[in-house]
């Protein structure tokens, strides 16, 4: 019989809310239990799954830098550590690495966060036209003023299994998942309590995390929070070309399209203008999006992309935080029981394991240990001091 009370819920299962009970069940200074809710135990739908599964290091943000580098640790070791009796998974994380590329507009910019990078220990280079048009000669670099390439750390990885690798090892642990839907958080006074679900079952708690995605403010209104997340649809483009592209890495063009190497072909995307990328829940590719904006940018940046051709297409959404397209995670101060990790605004997938670590440290000790993310808190947004985060891709 399923007891009704746990010491923390998590709402959302999947790279996020996964690596929480993971890291919570992982931790021998934690003897509660943990109960993860998820909607769909097939994650077809979920950002995870539906991301262009990459991890680097090339942002403008420390703390993002910071997160994405104990994102490599953890999957430089990913199948020992999550290892259980009946399985061994594999993250398949290849370190193809980053190459941003900069026109002189942006040459500043770029200069800047490879500083701030660097100061971190990141193991990224700069590189001039000429040099990036030697070690990649199939792209055009004639606008080009500079670029920043990844030597280790950065690739991509099958998000589905990293996810799922999490899942398993955290119910091995002792934690509890159960396909739901939570439809209301319930509260007394300035403590959240636990939730009820579609079918009007309820679960009481003493901690209650927030990791449900695009549902995360709904889920705050409840309890008078406004949290400045937005559902923003991103398509990714699955193409194939008939020339190879050697050592190719994650590329990020000055427009803002990118693409890498992905089996026999490449994934490409590129966001939408923002006069036409409004809040939406559905899931339909916007095929003109390809046709009209990426393509021409791709074959201007390779002229062997001129004879792409898109095979099949998707999309997913961004929880993207409208105040800086950073992460907002710990408590909310009107309600110190309720714990977020929303607005992620793409950077869920490669953040989780950070962020997992991050609030199992906050509910078993009360404070950071491993990296301080007080920055990334709740503070910013009331006092409106928001932490711009420059490399949104």
């Given at each position: 019989m399923q007891q009704n009370h746990?010491?923390?819920?998590?709402?959302?299962?999947?790279?996020?809310?996964?690596?929480?009970?993971?890291?919570?069940?992982?931790?021998?200074?934690?003897?509660?239990?943990?109960?993860?809710?998820?909607?769909?135990?097939?994650?077809?739908k979920s950002a995870t799954t539906l991301s262009a599964a990459s991890i680097?290091?090339?942002?403008?943000?420390?703390?993002?830098?910071?997160?994405?580098?104990?994102?490599?640790?953890?999957?430089?070791?990913?199948?020992?550590q999550l290892a259980t009796a009946e399985d061994r998974p594999d993250a398949a994380f290849h370190e193809g690495g980053y190459l941003f590329l900069a026109t002189s507009a942006g040459q500043s910019t770029l200069e800047h966060n490879h500083s701030v990078q660097k100061s971190l220990g990141v193991d990224v280079v700069m590189l001039s036209p000429d040099a990036i048009a030697a070690r990649f000669p199939w792209m055009n670099t004639d606008d080009l003023a500079a670029g920043t390439l990844g030597l280790s750390g950065e690739g991509w990885l099958d998000a589905y299994g990293m996810m799922q690798g999490l899942r398993k090892k955290a119910i091995a642990q002792g934690a509890t998942y159960l396909q739901a839907e939570v439809t209301h958080l319930l509260a007394e006074g300035a403590r959240t309590t636990g939730v009820r679900l579609t079918d009007g079952a309820s679960?009481?708690?003493?901690?209650?995390?927030?990791?449900?995605?695009?549902?995360?403010?709904?889920?705050?209104q409840q309890v008078g929070i406004t949290l400045p997340v937005q559902s923003r649809k991103r398509c990714v483009f699955y193409v194939q070309c008939p020339q190879t592209l050697p050592d190719c890495p994650m590329v990020i063009d000055p427009s803002g399209a990118y693409f890498r190497p992905e089996g026999q072909g490449f994934i490409a995307g590129i966001a939408p203008s923002p006069d036409n990328d409004p809040e939406t829940f559905d899931f339909d590719v916007q095929h003109e999006l390809f046709e009209d904006l990426l393509w021409p940018i791709l074959a201007r940046r390779v002229p062997a992309f001129e004879a792409l051709r898109c095979n099949h297409s998707w999309a997913g959404h961004y929880d993207m935080n409208m105040i800086d397209q950073n992460v907002i995670i710990g408590p909310h101060p009107s309600m110190k029981n309720?714990?977020?990790?929303?607005?992620?605004?793409?950077?869920?997938?490669?953040?989780?394991?950070?962020?997992?670590?991050?609030?199992?440290e906050l509910i078993i000790y009360g404070n950071y240990r491993s990296l301080d993310l007080s920055r990334m808190g709740w503070g910013r947004i009331l006092t409106n001091q928001p932490v711009v985060e420059r490399n949104v891709v």
């Open positions: 746990y010491d923390v819920i998590v709402v959302g299962g999947a790279a996020t809310g996964s690596s929480v009970a993971y890291f919570l069940s992982a931790n021998s200074d934690f003897d509660g239990s943990v109960l993860v809710i998820e909607k769909d135990p097939t994650y077809q680097r290091h090339q942002f403008s943000t420390p703390e993002n830098i910071q997160m994405s580098q104990f994102g490599t640790e953890f999957l430089r070791t990913f199948s020992e679960f009481t708690c003493d901690t209650l995390i927030n990791a449900a995605g695009t549902a995360a403010p709904r889920l705050a309720l714990l977020f990790a929303s607005g992620f605004s793409g950077h869920g997938m490669q953040q989780g394991p950070a962020v997992g670590r991050a609030l199992s």
